[in-house]
């Protein structure tokens, strides 16, 4: 894969809309089956949570447990995934769903790739696991879209600098992002360090304000999780470059 500047705001191939976890709430999240709900509704690039099994396969949750999201128990990293690829990752949210596995990232690559779509990962580390699950998890990406073209290439971020330290050391051509739930002292200097080209901030945090700095920094700005009218509206006022929604059903790509 060639290398994509992460310097500057040049090179940001991304739409404007992204899938929360496949298509958020309306189908089990951050599976197979949401993503195809998500591009029935007319979404091209989704974002998923990416973690790792005991034994170092890189799949799809976002709890550190199984409970909520699956027929399994326990922390999830501390199972092999010959044990996690047997757990109902869709009972939980309807019958409709039952039985639907949980991904690997090679699974979603392979939908995305068909499908011409891009990925967000965001890399959900296992406490204790944040600098390896980063470097795992940018090796599995950068060897899945090897072959695709650099524009194709997924954005990785994270809350945990230490994840977003090792994305960077295993695959530094990759594009990253900070992903921040409060304005923390040194984001910045986070954000520079790790040389990412994206923020992406839970919503209410944007502000004019907010919004300029992240243009001084040469950041792209985005913003999760976005369901209400009237949020949609004040983040494109501010021109925001990415809106993470749930509500894939309610706002149309395309418009």
């Known amino acids: 894969m060639k290398p994509d500047t992460t310097s500057s705001l040049k090179g940001w191939p991304y739409p404007l809309w992204i899938a ?20 029935s509704h007319g979404y091209r690039m989704f ?30 990293g501390k199972r092999p995934w010959s044990d996690l690829s047997q757990v109902d990752a869709g009972s939980w949210h309807s019958r409709q769903y039952a039985g639907e596995p949980l991904p690997t990232l090679a699974h979603i690559a392979r939908f995305c790739q068909a499908n011409a779509a891009w990925l967000n990962i965001e890399i959900k580390p296992t406490v204790g696991l944040e600098r390896e699950t980063g470097q795992r998890v940018a090796e599995a990406a950068q060897q899945l879209w090897a072959h695709q073209p650099a524009q194709w290439a997924p954005l990785l971020t994270s809350f945990q600098p230490e994840a977003l ?91």
């Open 47 to 76: 974002e998923c949570d990416a973690k790792l099994s005991s034994d170092g396969v890189v799949f799809l949750l976002h709890d550190d447990t199984l409970e909520r999201t699956s027929s399994g128990q326990g922390v999830a």
């Open 165 to 255: 330290i090792g994305a960077r050391e295993a695959a530094p051509d990759l594009r990253r992002g900070l992903l921040l739930d409060s304005l923390w002292a040194g984001w910045q200097s986070v954000a520079s360090d790790q040389g990412c080209v994206a923020l992406v901030c839970h919503h209410t945090l944007w502000t004019p304000a907010l919004r300029e700095e992240t243009r001084q920094l040469g950041l792209r700005a985005m913003a999760y999780t976005v369901n209400e009218i009237p949020d949609v509206k004040r983040l494109i006022e501010l021109q925001l470059d990415g809106i993470i929604t749930d509500r894939v059903e309610r706002f149309a790509p395309e418009r």
């Open 20 to 39: 929360h976890r496949g298509a958020g709430k309306l189908a089990p999240e951050n599976t197979l089956a949401a993503f195809r709900l998500g591009a």
